[in-house]
């Protein structure tokens, strides 16, 4: 089935943000097939429908799912392809739907990772377009998905990767707008998925480090995280500065700013920052206000996880590799030391081997790479 765009849209990866967007594109009407490696969640999907659980509401909606061996069957080509498979996965799963890619059709990574000229060196430079999800989910049980960004925020950012504005990004605007209003049409694409790089690297293998539940963290392990934070931000920063890609303005902490991380040399700097950004997250003095019902929005806060701490939990492959160990290779390759990221590089391959466990001791070993003077 066409539906009345004409477009045929495939979602490769049902996990949080995958599912997600499949969810609401089929919810609005669209022609959309999603594609999954999980049987049992390919399963469900095809049994129950693909369950979507957001701050606001729910819905189930019927979907085509296919499992990654059904894929060989499919009988037309899709014009869109949304890649959110992990991004150790790209490569294969790209030459998995290749074949499938209409000859005007166009892949989307929908990642963590930077892994448009990944894309590009399978299907070409001219099937590839960018796409930044600034959503977030999980999956917790198969054919559930849980949604846990807030709702008027901008779900994705979306751009051709040499800047021009064209008129099949136009239009794929218009059709991902289903995902809820607010997705945005951005010339520097580059600059904007460094931005959300950047501050996956800063928080997403932190979180894992730490785990699920780290226990009450005390004021002196709170700077201690920030300036982490700070410095895997700033070393991040530095290499693309290098690069000569230009990051768009700070969003996910409060107080930061790049200029704030283009200065940050010293120990002393590094502690104006964290006071700062500390400062800034305090709450403003409570006011007396007749009490209102609580919004839906604080709902699902509990079930919001980082993506890299969802696969610590379920015990799976993680993607430091494509986050802090990529800032790491390219600031190797410009010549900037990044030594906080490499710690956490070096923490993280310990974790996977079992020879330590997530929690709030791996503090220590992470603050020995902060600047002493």
């Keep these: 089935?066409?539906?009345?765009?004409?477009?045929?849209?495939?979602v490769l990866g049902a996990g949080g943000i995958g599912g997600s967007i499949t969810g609401y594109l089929a919810h609005a009407g669209l022609d959309v097939t999603v594609i999954d490696t999980?049987?049992?969640?390919?399963?469900?999907?095809?049994?129950?429908?693909?369950?979507?659980?957001?701050?606001?509401?729910?819905?189930?909606?019927?979907?085509?799912?296919?499992?990654?061996?059904?894929?060989s069957g499919v009988p037309a080509p899709f014009d869109i392809v949304v890649l959110s498979f992990k991004s150790y996965d790209t490569v294969w799963a790209t030459h998995l739907i290749a074949p499938h890619l209409a000859e005007t059709g166009f892949v989307l990574p929908a990642q963590n990772g930077i892994n448009d000229d990944t894309v590009a060196g399978v299907v070409g430079q001219q099937r590839t377009v960018g796409f930044v999800p600034q959503m977030s989910g999980a999956v917790y049980e198969p054919g559930h998905i849980v949604r846990t960004d807030p709702m008027n925020y901008p779900p994705f950012l979306i751009g051709e990767l040499d800047g021009t504005v064209t008129a099949r990004v136009r239009e794929a605007l218009e059709l991902f707008k289903a995902v809820t209003p607010g997705g945005e049409l951005v010339e520097d694409i580059v600059a904007a998925r460094w931005t959300k790089f950047r501050f996956n690297c800063m928080v997403n293998a932190l979180a894992g480090i730490l785990g699920d539940k780290p226990g009450p963290i005390n004021d002196k392990q709170k700077a201690l995280t920030t300036m982490i934070k700070i410095l895997t931000g700033a070393e991040v920063f530095c290499v693309a500065q290098t690069l000569g890609i230009a990051m768009k303005p700070f969003k996910g902490i409060r107080g930061l700013t790049n200029e704030d991380l283009q200065n940050l040399h010293t120990r002393a700097d590094l502690e104006r920052l964290r006071d700062k950004v500390l400062g800034a997250a305090k709450p403003a003095p409570?006011?007396?206000?007749?009490?209102?019902?609580?919004?839906?929005?604080?709902?699902?806060?509990?079930?919001?996880?980082?993506?890299?701490?969802?696969?610590?939990?379920?015990?799976r492959k993680v993607e430091i590799d494509a986050l802090n160990g990529y800032a790491v290779k390219k600031g190797r390759e410009a010549g900037v030391p990044t030594p906080m990221n490499e710690t956490i590089c070096a923490l993280v391959g310990r974790l996977e081997r079992g020879e330590t466990a997530p929690g709030l001791h791996n503090l220590e070993e992470l603050g020995r790479a902060l600047p002493q003077a």
């Excluded at 089935?1 to 495939?10: L, Q, V």
């Excluded at 999907?45 to 819905?59: M, P, R, S, T, W």
């Excluded at 929005?297 to 379920?314: M, T």
């Design 286 to 315: 409570a006011k007396k206000k007749a009490k209102k019902p609580a919004k839906p929005a604080n709902k699902l806060s509990a079930r919001g996880r980082a993506s890299f701490l969802q696969d610590v939990i379920k015990g």
């Design 1 to 10: 089935m066409r539906t009345k765009n004409g477009k045929r849209i495939a």
């Design 38 to 71: 999980w049987p049992e969640h390919v399963m469900a999907i095809k049994a129950n429908g693909l369950q979507v659980e957001d701050v606001q509401h729910g819905f189930t909606v019927p979907v085509t799912a296919l499992h990654i061996g059904e894929v």
